[in-house]
């Protein structure tokens, strides 16, 4: 099964940006569907952007569309975030997740990188 380690997590401030980086091992990603996904402090976690197996279909949760970009590079085994005009509602630790191309539900998670954005 395939291991999932986030990077690239700090604190910046309002309208800044951050770049999060996950790197697998064990399996190739491009087997696997890649998401991320966030947990705010009190908060269930939700989704954030997907990435389809070649890279080709990228997929946003609407409040991140056109601040947050997705990508992956399966030659390095990597998928990252781009986060751009940060908000401080950004705040929460981010996930990364894989789903094998033929199931339904995100199964892999990483442990979780914090982002904090100060106002």
């Known amino acids: 099964q395939v291991q999932l380690v986030e990077s690239g997590g700090g604190l910046v401030q309002a309208g800044g940006s951050l770049r999060l980086s996950c790197v697998a091992s064990?399996?190739?990603?491009?087997?696997?569907?890649m998401g991320w996904f966030r947990q705010a402090p009190g908060k269930e976690r939700e989704f954030v952007a997907s990435?389809?197996?070649?890279?080709?279909?990228?997929y946003y949760a609407d409040s991140m569309k056109g601040r947050f970009t997705i990508s992956r590079d399966n030659a390095k085994n990597t998928v990252d975030l781009q986060m751009n005009s940060l908000k401080p509602e950004d705040t929460a630790v981010y996930y990364c997740?894989?789903?094998?191309?033929?199931?339904?539900?995100?199964?892999?998670w990483g442990l979780g990188t914090q982002v904090t954005v100060s106002s």
């Open positions: 990435i389809s197996l070649s890279g080709s279909l990228p």
């Open positions: 997740a894989a789903r094998l191309r033929s199931t339904t539900t995100f199964n892999y």
């Open positions: 064990g399996r190739a990603i491009s087997d696997y569907n």
